[in-house]
């Protein structure tokens, strides 16, 4: 099969410049194109990964021995003997003036954190949790917006080897609290709140009745990010201003932890029951982030990253590591396209000559779909766009070159929080394809594998990671035998990570991602990814959103409905259905064409915001609301009893 032409090809002096080329001709590849690089970085591991410690000069207190001990998936053993810290390497490579955060919210106000600021705020809040008694493997959490005061408190607590947790403050305190009391923390650190579409939050009384909710605290920390009057409760363990403890005079010192140190803990969604607690390590996450955001992304020095997140989602993480780099990372407080200025993201990108704009496929296709043109900002800047969190689909490609900037790489990544990283996504000297990840990520030994577990291209196939890495989780939190973490990824094919999502590794060495495996549309033996269908129907002005499920029935029936939320003054006629079936009868599948179309008030979705499409086959099978899904986890909880009333109705029917 002939490769198809691609949508963009790299320009051949940006490759030359960049971090990725700089880092072949250090490993003796300077002639080598991305799938030479790739081969090697899969084939010799322990040489690669070697290579990436000696080109990003990891400042280890002890030397590491050998780079990979054990093989084994899970408990591989990466660089033991060494010792080193995060903090310390995210603080180390900003000169002192050079600004190290830009603190944006949807206003358009800023203020900017100098690199000096930053280390001296970050020791003196490290001094702080230290005299709170805080120590190597003690937890540290949060509940605060994304602000730089989530990087300095992360950031001192990893200086100390404590473990940190963080989690938006849209989460309810119970929400948060399911996540935290599994940890036991010793310190809370919660802001009085948060800004979002236009309207001030107010999360006062939550930090509160979180405070009461973790019995185990010793402080909670008191952010005054709105400049909100703490009312004077009593709360259940010492309360600290964090005016107090980020302007001590102190000096920063790092605690050298081994490599496999755990750093943070960051969560599942929590949808089908209590969250997950994912531990990843000081070095594997040094490591590849280090990788992903410098060889992958191209940031380094005079770069700014600005991708819109919220703190309890994993691209917070890789915010914070763009200063590993020795980039600007920007945070941001408030509604990505607030409905007073829906482009404010792009302008501030254009003010703050933002190099790589990260954001999501619905925030993408939305700005076309209401007809905002981002182009009237001066986005010169921008060299990467970024995009994430399901799959873009490649109606987006045009638009992006149009209104953002014809040579701009459209860098569409897919990932997770397991790893805290990216399986696939771009590379500065690889082509893009409309509609596909230009290839696997370094490192990622990826593989489609089929139903009899064999290795397919050009064939949709399930995602398999073969070899280890280094970000891969250390453990669950309380699962002391390692038994759920086994059964979350090693189950099928035991040694080999399944990571649950349907793709295609095409002959021409990139990556389709058609969707999770367990909500594929499977009629009549034909397999279709549900993002195939989404992308085609929400292509049409009158559809704000689109889910579509297929549900095996009790009598071995199938239906596959396709719900829908309408926009705005839209209205659900036979002429419409005509439309969307013929959309997805000529755009994705002529077998895949729904049983029925049926208007819904909303989607619902994780708080990361990943469509709940497991949850509601469930529901729609008949499963109890709670046995498949937590209220708490999810954006809209009042749409789960509207599709468990659906699919008792339904049931009725058929009686």
């Not at 191209?298 to 200063?323: E, F, I």
């Not at 993201?345 to 254009?350: D, K, N, V």
Request: net charge negative; charged share 20%; proline share 7%.
């Amino acid at each position: 099969m002939s490769a198809p032409d691609p949508f963009m090809t790299p320009d051949p002096q940006a490759v030359a410049d960049s971090n990725l080329m700089d880092f072949a001709r250090h490993a003796g590849m300077a002639d080598s194109d991305y799938a030479a690089l790739y081969r090697w970085s899969v084939t010799d591991l322990g040489g690669f990964w070697a290579t990436v410690w000696e080109y990003f000069d990891i400042g280890a207190d002890t030397p590491y021995e050998q780079v990979l001990a054990d093989e084994r998936m899970p408990g591989a053993r990466w660089f033991p003997g060494a010792t080193l810290n995060y903090a310390h390497h995210a603080l180390r490579n900003l000169a002192d003036d050079a600004v190290a955060i830009i603190a944006l919210d949807e206003t358009g106000s800023c203020y900017e954190v100098t690199a000096s600021r930053l280390r001296a705020q970050v020791a003196s809040v490290a001094a702080t949790l230290c005299e709170l008694g805080v120590g190597k493997g003690d937890r540290v959490v949060g509940y605060l917006p994304n602000t730089p005061h989530a990087i300095v408190a992360f950031l001192a607590a990893a200086s100390l080897g404590a473990v940190w947790s963080v989690c938006g403050q849209d989460y309810a305190p119970k929400a948060a609290a399911d996540r935290f009391v599994q940890l036991e923390p010793t310190v809370l650190i919660a802001a009085d709140g948060y800004l979002f579409n236009g309207t001030t939050h107010d999360r006062r009384d939550a930090t509160l009745e979180l405070a009461h909710s973790l019995p185990t605290l010793k402080a909670t920390l008191l952010v005054g990010h709105l400049g909100l009057p703490w009312p004077a409760q009593p709360y259940p363990s010492l309360v600290v201003p964090w005016e107090d403890a980020a302007t001590r005079n102190e000096e920063l010192t790092c605690a050298p932890v081994p490599f496999d140190h755990p750093l943070w803990v960051v969560f599942s969604s929590g949808t089908t029951g209590l969250p997950k607690g994912i531990v990843h390590g000081h070095g594997g996450v040094l490591l590849e982030h280090l990788k992903t955001l410098s060889l992958h992304s191209d940031l380094g020095p005079g770069q700014r990253l600005l991708w819109y997140t919220t703190t309890h989602w994993m691209m917070w993480n890789l915010v914070v590591s763009a200063l590993l780099t020795g980039a600007t990372t920007c945070t941001y407080d408030g509604s990505p396209a607030p409905l007073a200025r829906p482009d404010t993201l792009w302008e501030l990108a254009a003010r703050h000559r933002v190099t790589v704009f990260g954001t999501s496929p619905q925030y993408l296709l939305g700005m076309a779909k209401f007809g905002i043109d981002p182009s009237v900002h001066d986005l010169s800047s921008i060299r990467v766009v970024g995009c994430t969190g399901s799959t873009l689909p490649a109606s987006a490609y045009p638009w992006v070159r149009d209104h953002v900037g014809e040579r701009v790489l459209l860098a569409s990544i897919s990932g997770g929080t397991d790893v805290v990283s990216g399986f696939a996504g771009s590379a500065p000297n690889a082509p893009v394809w409309a509609g596909e990840l230009s290839a696997p990520h370094l490192g990622v030994a990826l593989a489609a594998y089929d139903a009899e577990g064999l290795p397919v291209v050009d064939r949709v196939g399930e995602l398999f990671v073969t070899r280890p890495m280094p970000s891969m989780p250390l453990y669950f939190w309380n699962d002391p035998d390692g038994r759920r973490y086994r059964e979350a990824y090693f189950s099928v094919y035991p040694g080999v990570w399944r990571h649950g999502d349907w793709i295609t590794f095409t002959g021409h060495g990139s990556v389709i991602v058609h969707g999770r495996s367990d909500s594929t549309l499977n009629r009549n033996g034909v397999r279709l990814g549900s993002a195939d269908i989404h992308d085609v129907v929400e292509r049409l002005p009158e559809i704000a959103e689109a889910l579509v499920i297929g549900a095996e029935e009790p009598d071995g029936g199938y239906w596959m409905p396709l719900f829908v939320a309408l926009a705005v003054g839209a209205e659900l006629d036979d002429t419409l259905r005509d439309r969307i079936r013929e959309a997805i009868r000529s755009g994705a599948s002529p077998r895949h064409v729904p049983d029925d179309i049926l208007e819904v008030p909303g989607i619902p979705h994780t708080r990361t915001g990943k469509k709940l499409e497991v949850p509601v086959k469930r529901l729609l099978q008949g499963a109890p609301v709670g046995q498949v899904v937590n209220p708490a986890g999810v954006d809209a909880p009042d749409l789960i009893d509207y599709y468990a009333r659906l699919g008792a109705e339904r049931r009725g029917r058929s009686v």
